[in-house]
């Protein structure tokens, strides 16, 4: 297998695009990056905003493994925010893996090396901006969103990924293909994006993980919601998972929650009720057919969990965005 490390800064994604595009031989004009060949194709597309805030949204597939090392710019607070991402973040050369449905904000200003997806197609969007930017659009003074992104110490949080925040997403990579308005519909989704999470924060909305269990535990809790995550027609066992991780089951929900802060089987509810969202309002199954691939008993189930998670009923939603 193929290796390739790069060594940047996460505030300035610009100058290691244009080495990417030079070793690959491919090209970069300083917003669009193309590659297609046999070790990675690659499609980038990003730009710089006010006082250095970059957004961006990022599509691969990598016969090579990519290994990115941050080297910190110590003049300058930054704060990064992945979402859609499927990779993996590590300290020491201790690679964490993560799937692509989260929400990964961290501050740039820590060693750290990120693994890229390896044959596998991904797409994710990327938000960078220095600390002068977020306080350019705070009103509120002290937020617990302000309180996160000023920690001084190094950090890295995990958020679940809401279906208001993936609407914003998914509006992004819908834009991409605008040559004309994209440029602005990624800074106004960028902003949509950064004030929902600080909305939901407030609160109290936001599953946020501030990762302090051991290594091990930690990428077995990954493995693991990885496979809880995969099939929603079945809930999870948590006599097999006990067995199979070899912990008992008060040790397996508690290092489930020190990374997720809900237990397993609460987890898991919440994200099928989250992707029941997804299907109701994006595709064009029957409530029927949804219910029966995601495990619901029947539709009444689905309709009653769903209200009760989300205030309201589910035909409510169905065809509102085409």
């Known amino acids: 297998?193929?290796?390739?490390?790069?060594q940047s800064n996460e505030d300035m994604p610009h100058e290691s695009y244009q080495r990417i595009a030079e070793d690959f031989n491919g090209t970069?004009?300083?917003?669009d990056?193309?590659?297609?060949?046999?070790?990675?194709?690659?499609?980038?597309?990003?730009?710089?905003?006010?006082?250095?805030?970059?957004?961006?949204?990022?599509?691969?597939?990598?016969?090579?493994?990519?290994?990115?090392?941050?080297?910190?710019?110590?003049?300058r607070n930054f704060v990064v925010l992945r979402i859609g991402y499927s990779?993996?973040?590590?300290?020491?050369?201790?690679?964490?893996?993560?799937?692509?449905?989260?929400?990964?904000?961290?501050?740039?200003?820590q060693?750290?090396?990120i693994e890229y997806p390896f044959q596998i197609s991904c797409q994710w969007i990327t938000i960078r901006f220095p600390l002068g930017v977020f306080d350019f659009f705070e009103e509120d003074g002290d937020s617990k969103f302000k309180q996160l992104i000023n920690e001084k110490d190094d950090w890295f949080h995990y958020?679940?990924?809401?279906?208001?925040?993936?609407?914003?997403?998914?509006?992004?990579?819908?834009?991409?293909?605008?040559?004309?308005?994209?440029?602005?519909?990624?800074?106004?989704r960028a902003l949509d994006i950064l004030?929902?999470?600080k909305e939901n924060m407030e609160k109290g909305l936001m599953t946020k993980s501030n990762i302090k269990i051991h290594?091990?535990?930690?990428?077995?809790?990954?493995?693991?919601?990885?496979?809880?995550?995969?099939?929603?027609?079945?809930?999870p066992n948590l006599n097999d998972l006990s067995f199979e991780l070899g912990m008992s089951i008060s040790k397996l929900n508690r290092n489930f929650k020190a990374v997720y802060q809900l237990p397993i089987l609460q987890y898991f509810n919440q994200h099928r009720t989250e992707e029941t969202y997804r299907q109701v309002k994006y595709s064009d199954k029957s409530l029927t057919e949804i219910a029966d691939d995601l495990g619901y008993s029947h539709v009444g189930h689905l309709s009653r969990t769903f209200k009760k998670h989300f205030g309201y009923a589910p035909s409510s939603i169905r065809g509102t965005l085409q």
Do not use: C
Request: net charge neutral; proline share 3%; aromatic share 16%.
């Open 1 to 6: 297998m193929k290796k390739y490390q790069i």
């Open 28 to 31: 970069w004009d300083g917003v």
């Open 33 to 75: 990056m193309f590659i297609d060949n046999n070790d990675l194709k690659l499609q980038i597309t990003s730009y710089e905003y006010m006082d250095g805030m970059y957004v961006g949204h990022l599509k691969m597939n990598s016969n090579t493994q990519i290994i990115f090392s941050n080297v910190p710019n110590v003049d």
């Open 87 to 109: 990779g993996a973040y590590s300290k020491k050369d201790k690679f964490r893996r993560f799937n692509h449905d989260g929400i990964f904000l961290y501050n740039a200003n």
């Open 111 to 113: 060693l750290f090396n």
């Open 159 to 188: 958020f679940t990924l809401s279906p208001e925040i993936e609407g914003y997403v998914n509006e992004m990579v819908k834009s991409s293909q605008n040559k004309t308005k994209r440029k602005f519909s990624y800074f106004s």
């Open 195 to 197: 004030g929902a999470l």
């Open 215 to 235: 290594p091990e535990d930690f990428s077995s809790m990954v493995l693991l919601k990885d496979k809880i995550l995969a099939d929603f027609t079945e809930p």
